[in-house]
Antibody, heavy 118, light 107 residues
Framework: QVQLQESGPGLVKPSETLSLTCTVS????????WSWIRQSPGKGLEWIGF???????NYNPSLKSRVSISLDTSKTQISLRLNSVTAADTAIYYC????????????WGLGALVTVSS | EIVLTQSPDFQSVTPKEKVTITCRAS??????IHWYQQKPGQSPKLLIK???QSVSGAPSRFSGRGSGTDFTLTISSLEAEDAATYYC?????????FGQGTKLDIK
């Protein structure tokens, strides 16, 4: 059974870089797209971007200038970096798997709350 | 960007009631709409993909319909455990987008 677990600092200072890692257990990264999605407190869901298992990426234009997603297949990990953060980036960050067709998010991690504050 | 608008934003419902949630897309997206359930303190869970396809593990009382711009998620007979926020999501075009959510409260 594939499971996803996000990890990383829960507090980031304004203007610094948010870094999170998603560890995949029970399966490999092959054939799937791996995505990051965030949810601001009390608000809806925002797609950040995804990376295909061969390394191809696609980002939300609203964040594209600040975001980078990468993967380490040997460790079955997907990483997120978001630079120049502000309070507006405070959110729960989810790692999610897209099916091989790149359509629905069929498996989600538990999420990691990141607060941007000095 | 494709905008998804859900209605209602909030609904208070009684057990065994039939519930319908609507998701309207700002342009034709075929059947590329997927539905998720998010309970408080949990991550979203996929319920329906491609407008009407059931997914493994989702209760059979959940069903979806629609194509083009108008879609519905129906709960045939509401159970107390269905108290949650429901989101639609489109994969027709980038960036992927979600509806604003519909919160169901059980009376």
């Amino acid at each position: 059974q594939v499971q996803l677990q996000e990890s990383g600092p829960g507090l980031v200072k304004p203007s610094e870089t948010l870094s999170l890692t998603c560890t995949v257990s029970g399966g490999s990264l092959n054939t799937f797209y791996w995505s990051w999605i965030r949810q601001s407190p009390g608000k809806g869901l925002e797609w950040i971007g995804f990376i295909y298992y061969i390394g191809t990426t696609n980002y939300n234009p609203s964040l594209k200038s600040r975001v980078s997603i990468s993967l380490d297949t040997s460790k079955t990990q997907i990483s997120l970096r978001l630079n120049s953060v502000t309070a507006a980036d405070t959110a729960i960050y989810y790692c999610a798997r897209l099916s091989p067709r790149g359509d629905a998010f069929d498996i989600w991690g538990l999420g990691a709350l990141v607060t941007v504050s000095s | 960007e494709i905008v998804l608008t859900q209605s209602p934003d909030f609904q208070s419902v009684t057990p065994k009631e039939k519930v319908t949630i609507t998701c309207r897309a700002s342009q034709d997206i075929g059947s590329s709409i997927h539905w998720y359930q998010q309970k408080p303190g949990q991550s979203p869970k996929l319920l329906i993909k491609y407008a009407s396809q059931s997914v493994s593990g989702a209760p059979s009382r959940f069903s979806g319909r629609g194509s083009g711009t108008d879609f519905t998620l129906t709960i045939s007979s509401l159970e107390a455990e269905d108290a949650a926020t429901y989101y639609c999501h489109q994969s027709s075009g980038f960036p992927f987008t979600f509806g604003q959510g519909t919160k169901l409260d059980i009376k």
